[in-house]
């Protein structure tokens, strides 16, 4: 009778085992997508900032060269000794 008991506390046994053995096995593979997903998440953020930053320098040079090809008032004497203002020139390089 009591061998009959140490069988049964036996079985039970190998299938609590298992059964944690299998959740154990579970979690590591649900930690190994976790850590996969959280480095596909930083190279997506590490390729947004450098696309932002790209962003950034189009429109200061784009900004730049609206500048530079910008027509900009330039100040000649007019025959009265003053100085005018009323014509407009191209920028110099």
Same mark, same amino acid.
């Given at each position: 009778?009591?061998?009959?008991?140490?069988?049964?506390?036996?079985?039970?046994?190998?299938?609590?085992?298992? $059964?944690?053995? =299998?959740?154990?096995?579970?979690?590591?593979?649900?930690?190994?997508? @976790? /850590?996969? *997903?959280?480095?596909? +998440?930083? $190279?997506?953020? =590490?390729?947004?900032?450098?696309?932002?930053?790209?962003?950034?320098? @189009? /429109?200061? *040079?784009?900004?730049? +060269?609206?500048?530079?090809? =910008?027509?900009?008032?330039?100040?000649?004497?007019?025959?009265?000794?003053?100085?005018?203002?009323?014509?407009?020139?191209?920028?110099?390089?």
């Amino acid at each position: 009778m009591k061998y009959k008991q140490l069988l049964d506390i036996e079985e039970r046994y190998k299938k609590q085992k298992s $059964s944690y053995d =299998s959740c154990l096995h579970e979690n590591e593979q649900l930690k190994q997508k @976790i /850590d996969s *997903l959280e480095q596909d +998440l930083l $190279s997506i953020k =590490s390729t947004q900032n450098r696309h932002q930053d790209s962003q950034m320098t @189009i /429109d200061r *040079l784009q900004a730049e +060269l609206q500048l530079s090809v =910008s027509p900009e008032p330039y100040y000649r004497k007019s025959t009265n000794g003053f100085f005018c203002s009323s014509v407009y020139g191209y920028k110099s390089t």
